[in-house]
């Protein structure tokens, strides 16, 4: 991880991190601080575009850095979270876009892991493999 100590919201998010500290293709990972992302911002069903996004975990890996965020499964297909998912996916389009430019030298992508779905026998790739081809 990049930093030494990190507050969760819930324990499934506890357990995808224990298997990032622990799986060797992770080349680093972090929970982003409050802002962190400042200028990403969600539409709610009133159309109010005041509402900041911010990722659960970011993931790097040799070839690619992901977005990831942890939801129940009952809980994926709300407004709320579609909204959040068509803001970082734009996100991580417009950075994919101009890998090669402003320093940016990997693609981003975006992933929601269904909580239900993270044991401690899973592999982070396999988690994040398997619900990217969902997503799309």
């Known amino acids: 991880a990049c930093h030494a100590t990190y507050r969760f919201d819930s324990s499934p998010e506890v357990r995808f991190a224990y298997l990032l500290e622990n799986d060797s293709n992770v080349e680093d990972w972090l929970r982003p601080a409050p802002k962190e992302f400042a200028g990403l911002y969600w ?15 970011v993931v790097e890996f040799l070839d690619a850095i992901i977005m990831v965020e942890v939801k129940r499964s009952d809980e994926i297909d709300s407004f709320e979270v579609q ?20 320093g940016i030298n990997k693609p981003w992508r975006y992933v929601i892991i269904p909580a239900e779905n993270i044991t401690l026998t899973s592999t982070v790739r396999g988690l994040i493999n398997k619900f990217t081809l969902k997503n799309d």
């Open 83 to 102: 909204a959040k998912k068509k803001t970082a996916e734009k996100y991580c389009e417009i950075v994919s876009n101009n890998v090669g430019r402003f």
């Open 43 to 57: 539409r709610d069903e009133q159309g109010n575009a005041d509402h900041q996004y911010q990722p659960d975990l």
